[in-house]
């Protein structure tokens, strides 16, 4: 079952956020020392990528040609509405519903763990880099929910159909890419979402406010531009 892996990440999801509702009185301060902790965590992550890259100006480029895409079809703007649907209908007014949906959407879908784990079982059936990511995403969404409300658990469902979509493809398409290619796709596309991922640490610290979501056709351009170089 090529979707096994991506199922189990979203219920993680799901039951973190349950659980992290139940742990919304924890104090104020705690929640901020405990977000900050994850913000560092995501930051620390994001490094990590990051230097995974053979060539940073490609990885700038395909960011900078990506974020114009984005904001010229207002792609954040887009999430952000349809987190405040979900909210009108399942949160109460004036709640954070929307940044909590946006935000764990963000962190959960970016990274190499989701994409590598994604592939692996299309191709070979393996869900064990899905089951790892299931658990760190699982005491991820406890304390997201804590902080930011019930958004996080609706986050879920993009995890499970951008993942799912991905093994899918996997199963279908990946027997006619070179290895070569392949292996030069996942460092590069690993490297673009570390920059991602620092900023999105930077916003839940309150150090910035990037729109992080706008840069997420840049994966797309990147393809495009290590697909053409490696046939050139």
């Known amino acids: ?7 189990v990440n979203g219920l993680a999801i799901v039951v973190g956020s349950l659980l992290g509702a139940i742990l919304r009185n924890i104090s104020e301060t705690m929640k901020d020392t405990v977000t900050k902790g994850i913000g560092l965590g995501v930051l620390a992550l994001g490094i990590q990528m990051s230097f995974k890259t053979s ?9 900078c040609i990506g974020a114009m895409i984005g904001e010229g079809i207002a792609l954040e703007d887009k999430m952000n509405s349809f987190g405040l649907t979900l909210e009108k209908r399942y949160a109460k007014p004036g709640s954070n519903f929307a940044e909590g949906f946006v935000t764990a959407s963000l962190i959960f879908v970016i990274g190499s763990m989701g994409i590598i784990g994604a592939i692996e079982s299309g191709v070979a059936n393996n869900h064990q880099i899905l089951f790892t990511k299931a658990v760190m995403d699982g005491f991820l969404s406890i304390m997201l929910t804590a902080t930011l409300g019930m958004g996080v658990l609706f986050s879920a469902v993009p995890v499970m159909l951008y ?7 996997a199963s279908v398409l990946m027997r006619y890419i070179p290895k070569e ?23 839940i610290m309150g150090v910035t406010k990037i729109r992080v979501s706008n840069y997420l ?3 797309l351009i990147l393809i495009l531009i290590v697909t053409v170089q490696f046939y050139m």
Do not use: H, K, T
């Open 163 to 169: 993942q799912g979509i991905i093994a899918i493809l």
């Open 217 to 219: 056709p840049g994966i």
């Open 1 to 7: 079952m090529i979707l096994l892996g991506s199922l």
């Open 55 to 63: 060539s940073f100006i490609v990885i700038l480029i395909s960011l």
């Open 181 to 203: 290619l392949l292996d030069l796709l996942m460092r590069e596309i690993s490297a673009i979402g570390g920059l991602m991922m620092l900023g999105i640490g930077l916003n």
